[in-house]
């Protein structure tokens, strides 16, 4: 799960990171429902019943994990935004010092004429 996190991050673009993100919300929304189908047939598959009304067990192997990817997606979210905006200015500030140049110009075209 951690590499489709990582491959998701890097290689698809916005859709495809939202809609990872759908998902993992829909499993998380899901989860209140496997745990008390869990509790109900916990004896066909475990030895022990892990499967409590808070649904401790569940979160903690399968809630954590993907709230953390949910985090990394966000921080990565976040650190492309803030290249962005850091192109965006850059590419500003050379606009505005193009256009001073050109003004620059044009003044002393009209100084000289």
Do not use: C
């Not at 030895?47 to 903690?60: A, P, R, S």
């Not at 399968?62 to 985090?71: A, D, Q």
């Amino acid at each position: 799960m951690m590499i489709s996190t990582f491959y998701t991050i890097q290689y698809t673009d916005m859709n495809g990171r939202i809609a990872f993100l759908a998902i993992i919300f829909l499993i998380i929304k899901s989860l209140e429902y496997i745990n008390a189908y869990a509790a109900l047939h916990w004896e066909s598959f475990a030895t022990q019943n892990y499967f409590d009304q808070q649904g401790i067990f569940v979160n903690l192997m399968i809630t954590l994990p993907l709230l953390l990817m949910s985090f990394l997606m966000l921080i990565m979210f976040l650190r492309e935004a803030s290249q962005l905006i850091i192109q965006v200015k850059s590419m500003q500030l050379k606009n505005k010092q193009q256009q001073s140049q050109r003004k620059h110009k044009q003044n002393q075209n009209q100084n000289q004429n």
